[in-house]
C-alpha cells in the first residue's frame, strides 16, 4: 500500500486522477491541495510516497514545492504546459503527464512508478534548485539513507569532501550531498563556513576551541570533532584571529 497526494490548482484535473486511482487500489490517497504552499504543508505532513504534482500554480509552482519538501517522494508531473517535460526528469520525475491524457496513459505512470520504488537514485536537480534559491540559502536537500531530507544550515558542524560528492555532517549524524566540496564552498555564507583544508569546511559557530602546534593548528569542533588546517588554509584562520 502506498499514500498518494494529488497537487493541482483545477478541481477538473484533480477529480480526473481521483478517478483513475480507482483502479489502483494499493494507492491510497490522503489527500490534495490546490496550490504551491499548501502542498508543501500536506506533503510534509504525511510523507507522502507518490506525488501527482502540477507545474503552474498560484503561489509557488510545482518545482518550488520540490525545494520546501522535507523528504523527497516519487513525483508525477501533471500539467497542461510542455515546455517543463526536460527540466521534470531532470528532477528524476518518475513521469510527465500531459493534459489532457487519457486513462491508459495514467496507467503507463502508475506502472513506472510501481518499477522506480528504489529511491536511492539522487536528484541532482532537486537539490541545486533549493541552493540556488538564494545566494547563501539557509537549507540544503541531501542524502539520508534511501530519502532525501532537508537540514538547517545553522545546524552543520563540517563538510567533507567525498570523491565527487561531500559528506555533511550534523552533530553526530552523517549526510551526502551530491555536490563537490568546492561547489558548496561557492553556495555558502563564507562569514561562517570557512574552508581549513582542501577536503573540510568548518561552521564557525560550531567551533570549541583552535589548538596551535608549530606548524598548524587544529579545531575542535562542539560535536568533539577535530579538524587539521591545512598550510593553505591557514590565513583563513588568521583572518579571524584578533
Known amino acids: ?30 489527500g490534495e491541495a490546490n496550490n504551491g504552499v499548501d502542498a508543501v504543508k500536506i506533503i510534509n505532513e504525511f510523507k507522502p510516497d507518490l506525488v501527482f504534482l502540477d507545474i503552474q500554480m498560484p503561489g509557488i509552482t510545482g518545482f518550488d514545492v520540490l525545494t520546501h519538501l ?14 517543463y517535460a ?42 541545486s534548485l533549493l541552493l540556488e534559491t538564494a545566494k547563501s540559502p539557509e537549507r540544503i536537500l541531501v542524502q539520508s539513507q534511501n530519502k532525501l531530507v532537508t537540514i538547517a544550515l545553522e545546524d552543520v558542524v563540517k563538510i567533507e569532501a567525498y570523491g565527487d560528492y561531500s559528506k555533511i555532517i550534523v552533530d553526530n549524524k552523517t549526510y551526502l550531498s551530491n555536490y563537490g566540496i568546492s561547489t558548496l564552498e561557492e553556495k555558502l555564507n563564507n562569514t561562517i563556513f570557512i574552508r581549513v583544508h582542501r577536503s573540510s569546511i568548518i561552521n564557525l559557530n560550531k567551533v570549541k ?34
Open 209 to 242: 576551541e583552535l589548538n596551535k602546534y608549530t606548524k598548524s593548528y587544529d579545531v575542535t569542533m562542539l560535536n568533539g570533532d577535530v579538524v587539521r588546517v591545512s598550510r593553505g588554509y591557514m590565513e583563513n584562520i588568521k583572518k579571524l584571529m584578533f
Open 86 to 127: 526536460l527540466k521534470a526528469f531532470e528532477v528524476h520525475a518518475i513521469d510527465y503527464l500531459l493534459k489532457p491524457y487519457t486513462k491508459d496513459r495514467f496507467k503507463v505512470a502508475v506502472e513506472k512508478s510501481n518499477k522506480s520504488i528504489d529511491t536511492n537514485k539522487a536528484r541532482p536537480l532537486a537539490e
Open 1 to 30: 500500500m502506498r499514500k498518494v497526494i494529488i497537487v493541482d490548482d483545477e478541481a477538473a484535473g484533480r477529480q480526473l486522477i481521483k478517478e483513475y486511482l480507482e483502479d489502483f487500489p494499493d494507492l491510497v490517497l490522503l
Open 70 to 83: 522535507e523528504e523527497l517522494p516519487q513525483i508525477i508531473f501533471s500539467t497542461a504546459y510542455d515546455q
